[in-house]
């Protein structure tokens, strides 16, 4: 067990990556509680259901408290408050204002904060917003694949049972070799949490470095889009798509020689190919059998968080653009996704 198994700790959402997160917390010992949507509680009223592809299992977790009013958060002290929002959601109006009262919140205390929301560059607006020191607050990623069971319905392989599927608030995934990971923009948050999160016994948190983290997320935002206009081909056909497979890694290769990716950034620009980058998602693809990946990241990214996708590459331009750069590529694919008609393979 960690050495302070009563953490106190606060997740802000309670959807696909707030509750397997919590989940896991709960598990290490933690005292959970949720921040969420006034008609979200109404749900987190009973346990909630979750299916593990691992073992076939339908596991019950109902160790947590929820609160609905942002404004409790002050003076509760907590030792961690993991965002559990995607990133779109983080920063439009109604997310500066949550991050103004988190701000508020942990201003001179020792509550940290992962950054569990996932956007270019969002520490820095994270900290100008809030308002925090930067050792307070590093950046934070949910690997386990996870989904809401009654929005998405995969195709089933053995051994897995579509029945107890059924019965699940969600299910997910963690075959990764981390099921969390952080990175050590403040390397006293990133350990605290990751003590804490190991100690749950079934799953691991890895901390990397800042520029490995922001390398291995956001070159690859261009990969979905591109299967949006293939029709979500699978990736192990990927590498045959032509003009539009070629463009998508063209985008990867301008994205990750972005300045804010340093020279780790313009190593992976130099080192990435086609038929490399294609080899590696067709075994991440078979690597999560019996998850149908494909159809997950057609959920994931062209329903569920479609516009944050294309905000994160819009950025991504705007970055790239400022330092003199054509970044073609990445135009072109943006302009082919928002007119497909135009979109050939």
Same mark, same amino acid.
């Given at each position: 067990m960690s050495d302070n198994p009563k953490s106190r700790i606060l997740v802000i959402g309670a959807g696909c990556v707030g509750v397997i997160t919590g989940y896991h917390l709960s598990l290490a010992g933690a005292d959970v509680t949720f921040l969420v949507r006034p008609g979200r509680a109404e749900e987190l009223k009973r346990p909630q259901v979750l299916y593990c592809y691992e073992d076939n299992k339908l596991k019950e977790y109902k160790s947590y408290t929820h609160i609905a009013d942002p404004l409790e958060m002050i003076g509760a002290n907590? $030792?961690?408050?993991?965002?559990?929002l995607d990133g779109a959601s983080l920063r439009n109006e109604l997310g500066q204002e949550l991050v103004k009262t988190i701000g508020k919140a942990a201003r001179q205390t020792n509550t940290k904060i992962i950054l569990g929301s996932i956007f270019v560059d969002l520490r820095t607006w994270f900290l100008e917003v809030s308002g925090l020191a930067g050792e307070q607050v590093t950046n934070g990623h949910l690997d386990i694949h996870v989904y809401p069971t009654k929005r998405l319905t995969l195709p089933s392989q053995p051994p897995t049972n579509p029945e107890l599927i059924a019965k699940a608030d969600y299910a997910y995934s963690d075959k990764l070799e981390e099921g969390f990971s952080v990175d050590d923009s403040s390397p006293a948050v990133a350990n605290g949490f990751t003590e804490i999160y190991n100690a749950c016994g079934i799953s691991r948190c890895a901390v990397k470095s800042a520029a490995e983290y922001a390398v291995g997320i956001n070159p690859m935002l261009p990969i979905f889009p591109a299967c949006e206009l293939l029709g979500w081909p699978k990736f192990r056909d990927i590498g045959s798509k032509g003009e539009i497979w070629s463009l998508a890694v063209a985008a990867v290769r301008e994205i990750q020689g972005l300045s804010i990716h340093g020279e780790l950034g313009q190593r992976a620009s130099a080192e990435t190919t086609e038929a490399g980058l294609a080899a590696a998602l067709a075994a991440w693809e078979r #690597?999560?059998?019996? *998850? $149908?990946?494909?159809?997950?990241?057609?959920? #994931?990214?062209?329903?569920?968080?479609?516009?944050?996708?294309?905000? #994160?590459l819009r950025v991504c331009l705007s970055y790239g653009e400022a330092e003199g750069k054509p970044m073609?590529? *990445?135009?072109? *694919?943006?302009?082919?996704?928002? #007119?497909?008609?135009?979109?050939t393979a």
């Open positions: 907590y $030792d961690y408050i993991v965002i559990a #690597h999560m059998i019996p *998850l $149908d990946l494909q159809e997950f990241n057609r959920f #994931h990214h062209a329903v569920k968080l479609q516009s944050q996708g294309r905000e #994160h073609s590529a *990445l135009k072109e *694919l943006l302009e082919r996704v928002d #007119h497909p008609q135009t979109a």
